[in-house]
């Protein structure tokens, strides 16, 4: 009798396990099909803009960390943020982009870093491409510039404003607008300093400059014909826009920017806005409350 039941037990069992294989192949396939659609709908959905935007400018900043001039000079910045703001229209996150030695400059080794934020994304992309927006064609962060010898933004001990005008203009042209398809034919910069001045006291130091601007650049607003890495960070532009591409648009800028000797590093805080008004407030919210580490 009892080698009758363990007979039974073990042919039982080996008619289970196909079952069982079949069971485990089933939820296994579930799960790849639902990862799959996650992550097509991620790759693909506009309702996912701005998670895919920020995933892929955080990736792309941790791949630049080591080499930027910020890591080099050894200034870690505490930068606020949309999340610090109930309500803000800037993003969560500050983006991180080293263009190396790829920069306007007297052809003296040196190498930028750029640490930046632009508006929050609704409907599908930022409102970096809504004109009714607050932060339509709207950056601020901060640049950090390192030469080989001397202080950028210096000549002959005098503030060489053209040199950091250029750097700006480099910024919103050859990075945000090639990104965006724009053709060098039609990028457009042109800007009148309206004040130079002692800045505020940030951070901790009482030697920052301020620079204030009138600014005449194309903005993002052109028609799609086909796909390019600038959407990947600010979305597809808007399909119903029946306007010019890249028009050119009145905007206002900002600069503070001190030479630190102790880390041979010029650093730039800059915002560029549409007002005059929210130059003024994002100064006061954004940029004078940095803290270096």
């Given at each position: 009798m009892g080698n009758i039941k363990v007979g039974n037990n073990i042919k039982n069992h080996i008619e289970k396990r196909p079952k069982a294989i079949k069971k485990k192949y089933l939820i296994l396939s579930l799960i790849v099909f639902i990862i799959s659609f996650m992550l097509v709908f991620l790759l693909f959905s506009a309702s996912t803009a701005g998670l895919r935007s920020d995933l892929a400018l955080?990736?792309?900043g941790l791949s630049?960390?080591?080499?930027?001039?910020f890591n080099q000079v050894g200034l870690k910045l505490d930068i606020p943020t949309g999340k610090d703001y109930s309500g803000s229209g800037w993003c969560q996150n500050m983006k991180l982009y080293h263009p190396g030695e790829v920069f306007p400059h007297d052809g003296v080794?040196?190498?930028m870093s750029i640490l930046y934020n632009f508006g929050r994304f609704e409907n599908g992309r930022s409102t970096f491409y809504d004109p009714d927006s607050d932060y339509f064609n709207a950056h601020y962060g901060v640049y950090a510039i390192k030469l080989g010898q001397g202080a950028f933004g210096w000549k002959n001990g005098t503030l060489d404003v053209a040199?950091?005008?250029?750097?700006?203009?480099f910024d919103q042209l050859d990075l945000v607008m090639e990104s965006l398809g724009c053709p060098s034919s039609q990028r457009h910069f042109d800007y009148q300093i309206t004040d130079i001045k002692e800045g505020p006291e940030m951070?901790?130091?009482s030697d920052w400059i301020q620079i204030d601007a009138m600014i005449e650049t194309n903005s993002p607003l052109h028609h799609q014909t086909e796909n390019l890495i600038g959407y990947l960070q600010y979305g597809t532009p808007p399909k119903d826009y029946n306007g010019e591409d890249f028009p050119v648009a009145a905007?206002?800028?900002r600069l503070y920017l001190r030479y630190d000797e102790t880390r041979n590093v010029t650093v730039i805080y800059f915002v560029i806005e549409k007002t005059q008004e929210l130059i003024d407030q994002t100064s006061k919210d954004y940029l004078m409350p940095i803290q270096w580490n």
């Open positions: 955080q990736v792309q630049f960390k080591q080499e930027s001039v080794n040196g190498e040199a950091i005008v250029k750097v700006v203009s951070a901790g130091f905007t206002m800028g």
